[in-house]
């Protein structure tokens, strides 16, 4: 199994949400592992439990520090920790928007309600009063809006005849128990899912000017020009002729340039088996940290060595403008 992607959970109080994803983290088949749970409140009952399990913990009050102060003392614990992600249980603070920016697509939190419905306080009594057949949870993306960010995983409750905002509260947590860890795992696991992957590569490539997808060999490719004369700048590449990486091929200036960069980055490129001899580049996908800026632009290069003149003078003009 590939290496466990790092986790800091934040908490403020007793941490069952905490608790669901320490120990769900245990299973064998959990594609994360806890490296820190952190409290704004040194008397949180979840730093015991999570200090009893073995896992490091932290602990600072943000009383008379400003959130900026407190968020980067937050921060400064998680990353020494080792954190590529951290994950909202409980935590009862509003973040600084520079904080949220730096930890962009990589900050979850889970709310009770089925959002968008019910952001903020009170959801269930809120769900109950609007007459709601159900409330509910859901695990989304922290972003500088409260609760706005991208739903990744949701549960429905029941609301069940004489229903209250506490008897709905307790069965919604058994939900939230259920779905955190589940969501997390598929999320922080995206990264060596071919079918995310491709979708991904498939995005960018075919933002390029009439760019378009025709299989190669039995792979996805992506062609600039006409359907009828257009040439291809770039293939997906699922494990295909021996490889053991997901991969986007694209096309380099020269054998030279394919070597070095081999050489050089083993962990970011390889010479493909079957391309590799006409100086197309494996650019490895499923690997830690990708950044997907450099790929779109490996993209647009591989895009210009094939894209007819008139289709690269729109694009050059596009920019000067």
């Known amino acids: 199994m590939a290496d466990k992607?790092?986790?800091?959970?934040?908490?403020?109080?007793?941490?069952?949400?905490?608790?669901?994803l320490l120990y769900a983290s245990l299973l064998p088949d959990s594609a994360y592992e806890v490296c820190l749970v952190a409290a704004n409140d040194p008397d949180a009952e979840g730093l015991m439990l999570a200090s009893a399990e073995g896992v490091p913990t932290f602990a600072l009050s943000h009383r008379g520090m400003t959130r900026a102060d407190h968020d980067a003392v937050m921060e400064k614990a998680a990353k020494e920790a080792g954190a590529q992600y951290i994950v909202l249980a409980g935590y009862m603070r509003i973040l600084s928007p520079e904080?949220?920016?730096?930890?962009?697509?990589?900050?979850?939190?889970?709310h009770p309600s089925l959002l968008p419905k019910y952001p903020g306080l009170d959801t269930h009594a809120r769900a109950i009063e609007a007459g709601d057949s159900h409330g509910g949870v859901s695990v989304h993306l922290v972003t500088e809006e409260l609760d706005a960010g991208e739903v990744l995983g949701s549960l429905s409750v029941a609301i069940r005849a004489g229903e209250t905002a506490d008897s709905l509260a307790e069965r919604v947590r058994f939900a939230?128990?259920?779905?955190?860890?589940?969501?997390?795992?598929?999320?922080?696991?995206?990264?060596?899912?071919?079918?995310?992957?491709?979708?991904?590569?498939?995005?960018?490539?075919?933002?390029?000017?009439?760019?378009?997808?025709?299989?190669?060999?039995?792979?996805?490719?992506?062609?600039?020009?006409?359907?009828?004369?257009?040439?291809?700048?770039?293939?997906?590449?699922?494990?295909?002729?021996?490889?053991?990486?997901?991969?986007?091929?694209?096309?380099?200036?020269?054998?030279d340039e394919l070597l070095d960069l081999v050489e050089a980055q083993p962990h970011a490129y390889f010479k493909p088996a079957y391309y590799g001899a006409s100086g197309w580049i494996g650019v490895i996908l499923n690997r830690p940290g990708i950044d997907w800026d450099?790929?779109?632009?490996?993209?647009?290069?591989?895009?210009?060595?094939v894209a007819p003149a008139r289709l690269a003078k729109l694009i050059n003009a596009a920019e000067d403008f």
Not at 184 to 213: F, M, N, T, W
């Open 5 to 20: 992607a790092k986790v800091a959970i934040f908490i403020s109080g007793r941490g069952s949400n905490m608790a669901a």
């Open 176 to 255: 939230e128990h259920q779905l955190y860890p589940r969501v997390l795992s598929d999320y922080v696991s995206r990264g060596s899912d071919p079918h995310y992957l491709l979708g991904k590569v498939r995005a960018l490539a075919l933002s390029l000017p009439e760019a378009h997808e025709r299989e190669s060999h039995g792979s996805p490719g992506w062609r600039a020009g006409s359907e009828k004369s257009g040439k291809y700048f770039a293939y997906f590449n699922d494990q295909h002729h021996g490889s053991e990486h997901i991969a986007l091929l694209v096309k380099t200036g020269s054998m």
């Open 294 to 305: 450099h790929v779109a632009e490996w993209l647009e290069r591989s895009w210009r060595s």
């Open 99 to 110: 904080f949220v920016c730096r930890w962009q697509g990589r900050m979850l939190n889970i």
